[in-house]
């Protein structure tokens, strides 16, 4: 199956600094999701971005899939962007592999 | 409110018991899934089912089981735990079975099982 590697592990940044997560894949996907998990647990799907470029609010992400990476930028953090990212990857009919994810803490 | 709800939230289990985790969707998605996430390990996928009547292995299926005798409703079920089952449990569901687009989930199930 796919494999799927995120860097950094750890990301800790001061308020209104800006970031870049990265996510890499070992194979051709259909299927590439962004993913934030808040402090308390919660799962928050942000974007599902097999190729392209697709921006919402302070977030935008960009998959370069010819390249197998994929990268989210946050601009102008908040303590709210605090959490974990997970990159999911999937091709055809096999179903997401999700990497480690990368642990962003925002100070204020 | 439509979306995926877990039950229960969490709960603690002697070793050899049954348990059952509830999820069940108001969104009437094809498509639902169960993952367990550990730390350092990610979201891993137990069990998953395209469409009601049918299931299907993930990554680590030993030790669970599931049924899909209706769109909504998706339980996973320990037969009899093992301290190796503690972890938090997810799951999530898709309109489309190859989990394209957004994959709304569940609030999580913590499990301890001593």
């Known amino acids: 199956g796919i494999q799927v590697e995120q860097s950094p592990p750890d990301l800790i940044l001061q308020e209104g600094a800006n970031s870049t997560l990265r996510c890499n894949f070992s194979d051709s996907v259909n299927n590439l999701q962004w993913f934030h998990q808040n402090p308390w647990g919660q799962l928050i799907n942000l974007f599902y971005i097999p190729s392209g470029t697709k921006q919402n609010g302070r977030l935008s992400a960009t998959t370069v899939a010819t390249e197998r990476y994929s990268l989210l930028y946050i601009s102008s953090s908040q303590t709210t962007d605090s959490g974990v990212y997970f990159c999911?990857?999937?091709?055809?009919?096999?179903?997401?592999?999700f990497g480690t994810g990368t642990r962003l803490t925002i100070i204020p | 409110i439509a979306g995926i709800t877990q039950a229960p939230t969490s709960q603690i289990l002697a070793a050899g018991r049954r348990m059952t985790l509830r999820c069940t969707q108001d969104m009437r998605h094809n498509a639902m899934y169960w993952y367990r996430q550990d730390l350092g390990l990610g979201l891993r996928l137990i069990h998953y089912s395209n469409t009601a009547g049918t299931t299907g292995k993930g990554e680590v299926p030993d030790g669970y089981s599931v049924s899909r005798a209706n769109t909504d409703d998706f339980p996973l079920t320990l037969a009899s735990a093992v301290p190796s089952q503690t972890s938090v449990y997810f799951c999530?569901?898709?309109?489309?079975?190859?989990?394209?687009?957004?994959?709304?989930f569940g609030a999580g199930s913590r499990l301890t099982v001593l």
């Open positions: 999530a569901s898709s309109e489309d079975p190859s989990g394209a687009n957004v994959l709304p």
């Open positions: 999911a990857a999937g091709f055809g009919n096999e179903k997401l592999t």
